[in-house]
Nanobody, 122 residues
Framework: QVQLVESGGGLVQAGGSLRLSCAASGRTLSTYSMGWFRQAPGKEREFVAAISWSGVTYYANSVKGRFTISRDNAKNTVYLQMNSLKSEDTAVYYC????????????????WGQGTQVTVSS
């Protein structure tokens, strides 16, 4: 079992930055692919970014060039650096983990954190 805890969310003005962290316990993350997803009110959960166990990264078009996903296996932690934030980035952000290759599909991830709120004011 993998337990995931997100942190780092908050209120930020448009154009600002935030760094989300996802700390894992229970298992070492080095063999898992990790993903960040988000869910705005009234909308479905959507893919944001993912990083495979080998370090290959994937991004949604809406965040490409603004967000960066990274992992520190020694700290069992995954990060999402978010720059140039926009009001449409407002959502609850979830960290997730899966075995095997990274995926952009919600249903392929078996482990989820509780989420952290990101609110971008315009």
């Amino acid at each position: 079992q993998v337990q995931l805890v997100e942190s780092g969310g908050g209120l930020v003005q448009a154009g600002g930055s935030l760094r989300l962290s996802c700390a894992a316990s229970g298992r070492t993350l080095s063999t898992y692919s990790m993903g960040w997803f988000r869910q705005a009110p009234g909308k479905e959960r959507e893919f944001v970014a993912a990083i495979s166990w080998s370090g290959v990264t994937y991004y949604a078009n809406s965040v490409k060039g603004r967000f960066t996903i990274s992992r520190d296996n020694a700290k069992n932690t995954v990060y999402l650096q978010m720059n140039s934030l926009k009001s449409e980035d407002t959502a609850v952000y979830y960290c997730s983990a899966k075995t095997g290759w990274a995926s952009t599909t919600v249903s392929e991830y078996g482990y989820w954190g509780q989420g952290t709120q990101v609110t971008v004011s315009s």
